[in-house]
């Protein structure tokens, strides 16, 4: 029999559900009954993040039209576990674990190398599984989430805030984008080209890793996230729009007297121009990491560029599991003053609005990190 944290578990679940573009709407849903190999997870939160507005609005491109419930970043507490699940996680009843999106088969090629992000046979991901795969509930907006026999998941210190917490994907989708892609270390230069919650989750592993010289950009509209990034420790942050915008290409030569940057990463939703930025403000022989989406729009590049100046440029695809571990390391540390990133927490009949507050679709234009804690609205 599985083991138990509590006996009382209720019979069923509520979880928010994606019916169609911008229309979410509550749910119940049977309990899993878990096996030897499988688990349950009681969701403390769940971070969003800027694919999150995407897919709510109907602009990702891949995304099934069938019902499913989101969130791909469920942070919370295991209730009930397997045996060989236990065995095979190395985790135990009431410990707190972060998920990856990615549930890879664990067999083929990719995964037995360590690509598991390429896994082909790949399925069930958390937060994009439509609701006709039983037992339905792989999404984070759920009070309880199952665990599939092949999930990747994290241990994390039950002691941090739980919003704390839920920034292990932003801040991993840091360490990996600047530090593993970017090879950012001891005395760098990076600039970032946008100032969310990733951003500034780059500059954080920057630091971390020994960058001298962090510079951030950001719109006149993101001035409360750059004033973020220079608590977190942001050397120079440079407004790039509006009557007295800078060009950041400029800014760079400036400050680094000709010598440019040695890293730069794109992180700019739906624009074309930082690509190209990114390109002209590293040195000879820099590094480019682009990992802002631009909706599958074409994107002119110079290659004459790239040749010339010996660029490497890389594309950058979610968060694997050496990130995470080093990610969920910083978090602990307490090192950085993280709790200036958490802005809004919502309860689970309240999924629209966070994503929109992320988005800044109302009149509240302050969010930065936005959860949402499931149990908020009922207790378990």
Known sequence: MPERLHENLPDTVRAAVQTGPSTMEVREFPRPTIGPDDGLLRVEANGICGSDVEIYRGHLHGRSADPFIPGHEPLGIIEELGERAAERWGVQVGDRVALEVIVPCRSCEDCLVGRYQACRNKQNGHGVTPLDVEPSLYGGFAEYLYLAPNAV????????????????????????????????????????????????????????????????????????????AEQLGADHTVVVDGPNGQDIVDVVAELTDGRMADVSLDLTPMAAGPVTDALKVVRHGGRVVLAGLKGGREIPVSTDLLINRGLTVRGAFGVDAAANKKAIALLESGRFPLELLHTHTFGLDQVGEAIDTLAGAGEDKSAIHVTVQPHLDRTA
Do not use: F
């Open 153 to 228: 998941m994290h241990k994390i210190d039950k002691s941090l805030p739980i919003d704390i917490a839920a920034m292990y994907n932003p801040l991993g989708a840091g360490v990996r984008w600047a530090v593993d892609l970017g090879e950012v270390g001891m005395g760098d230069t990076l600039v970032i080209l946008g100032a969310g919650q990733r951003g500034l989750g780059a500059l954080i592993a920057a630091k971390a890793a020994g960058a001298s010289k962090v510079i951030i950009t950001g719109l006149e509209s993101d001035r409360h996230k750059l004033s973020v």
